[in-house]
């Protein structure tokens, strides 16, 4: 079997998972972790793996297939993800949905400059969420798409608080507001703000002598995080967080109300649903799928940045097209 050799850039929670992800896919191997720490310091869980400096991940072009990157999208992959294409084909989880516009074309010149595949903003959201919503638009032009997320912790978020000056850690929770939920389901086509959708609850945990009225302000104000919803922010111990708030759960709704019929009488709803144990875990699972698809388009002779609405789905499996015509189709 001809595996594809999977690099890790960042061993976080989103790195950890991508190397689960590797050991359940058989099809793929992992070569490499590279990372911002001593690599001396850093023990993996897979035996007889290298793990080396990011600053030396020039010097091993050669020993990867496909690079996946698991820093955060705050300040990680805007300088990463230009960067490291312009090397190796990539993966990424770029997830402030209003900078992917101007992420795009500058991953783009990167990889057609170096002749590699980079997909961008690979997750459930964005990502499985977004072809969804693609889907459903395109079979349902007249009607309208509603995204709930939550309740679950959001690793982007959670890392943007913890980015802030005076911050320790924390945890960030995106709750739905379920009157909203129920409205949409009943086929109303409500109009909704960003507001009405979902609130958001974070519990942060202060460096000693931190300004909590500055590091609350600065949480609430945040663009494109937390500015356009209703933030409580809770301080709490580093204690109460490790007791109450280790897990990592998400999930959420991507929902298509349309209608169809001489004059849009007959109503149709159609939903796709999230529920996860682990939100890395899942996310690391769709990269490692992605990771399969660009090293197929980069075998083709494909280059430059693509999202999930680039790859045919038939790329993202291990089967060929006889097995998924035959068990599938």
């Known amino acids: 079997m001809d595996k594809t050799r999977i690099g890790i850039v960042g061993y976080g929670n989103l790195g950890r998972g991508t190397e689960l992800a590797i050991r359940q896919t058989p099809d793929t191997v992992l070569s490499c972790v590279f990372t911002r720490r001593d690599p001396s310091s850093l023990k993996i869980l897979t035996d007889n793996v290298p793990v080396y400096s990011i600053n030396d991940i020039e010097n091993h072009k050669n020993d990867v297939d496909v690079l996946i990157l698991c820093g955060g999208s705050a300040t990680d992959l805007p300088v990463q993800g230009p960067k490291l294409a312009e090397m190796f084909c990539t993966i990424d989880?770029?997830?402030?949905?209003?900078?992917?516009p101007e992420y795009f074309?500058?991953?783009?010149?990167?990889?057609?400059?170096?002749?590699?595949?980079?997909?961008?903003?690979?997750?459930?959201?964005?990502g499985m969420?977004?072809?969804?919503?693609?889907?459903?638009?395109?079979?349902?032009?007249?009607?309208?798409?509603?995204?709930?997320?939550?309740?679950?912790?959001?690793?982007?978020?959670?890392?943007?608080?913890?980015?802030?000056?005076?911050v320790a850690d924390a945890k960030q929770y995106t709750i739905p507001v379920e009157a909203a939920i129920e409205a949409v389901r009943s086929g109303s086509n409500p109009e909704?703000?960003?507001?009405?959708?979902?609130?958001?609850?974070?519990?942060?945990?202060?460096?000693?002598?931190?300004?909590?009225?500055?590091?609350?302000?600065?949480?609430?104000?945040m663009p494109n995080y937390f500015a356009d919803y209703d933030t409580t922010v809770h301080f709490i111990s580093q204690e109460e967080l490790n007791r109450d708030h280790s897990g990592i759960p998400h999930g959420g709704f991507v929902i298509r109300s349309g209608q169809t019929g001489v004059n849009g009488e007959t109503k149709h709803i159609?939903?796709?649903?999230?529920?996860l144990g682990s939100n890395p875990e899942f996310t690391s699972s769709i990269l490692v799928?992605?990771?399969?698809?660009?090293?197929?388009?980069?075998?083709?002779?494909a280059s430059g940045a693509k999202t999930v609405f680039d790859i045919p789905p038939a790329y993202l499996s291990p089967k060929s097209g006889e097995e998924l015509r035959a068990t599938m189709l």
């Not at 989880?93 to 992917?100: E, L, N, Q, R, W």
């Not at 990167?110 to 002749?115: D, E, L, N, P, R």
């Not at 159609?270 to 529920?275: A, G, N, Q, T």
């Open 93 to 100: 989880s770029f997830d402030t949905h209003a900078k992917i």
């Open 105 to 126: 074309p500058a991953v783009d010149a990167a990889a057609k400059k170096g002749g590699n595949v980079s997909i961008i903003s690979v997750g459930w959201d964005p």
């Open 129 to 166: 969420f977004s072809v969804a919503r693609l889907y459903g638009s395109c079979i349902l032009p007249d009607g309208k798409d509603y995204t709930f997320w939550g309740k679950g912790v959001s690793q982007g978020h959670s890392d943007a608080i913890r980015r802030i000056e005076g």
């Open 192 to 221: 909704l703000t960003t507001r009405q959708k979902h609130t958001r609850e974070c519990f942060v945990v202060a460096k000693e002598g931190a300004d909590k009225a500055k590091i609350e302000s600065e949480i609430k104000n």
């Open 270 to 275: 159609v939903e796709y649903s999230l529920k």
């Open 289 to 301: 799928a992605y990771a399969r698809a660009a090293y197929k388009l980069h075998k083709e002779g």
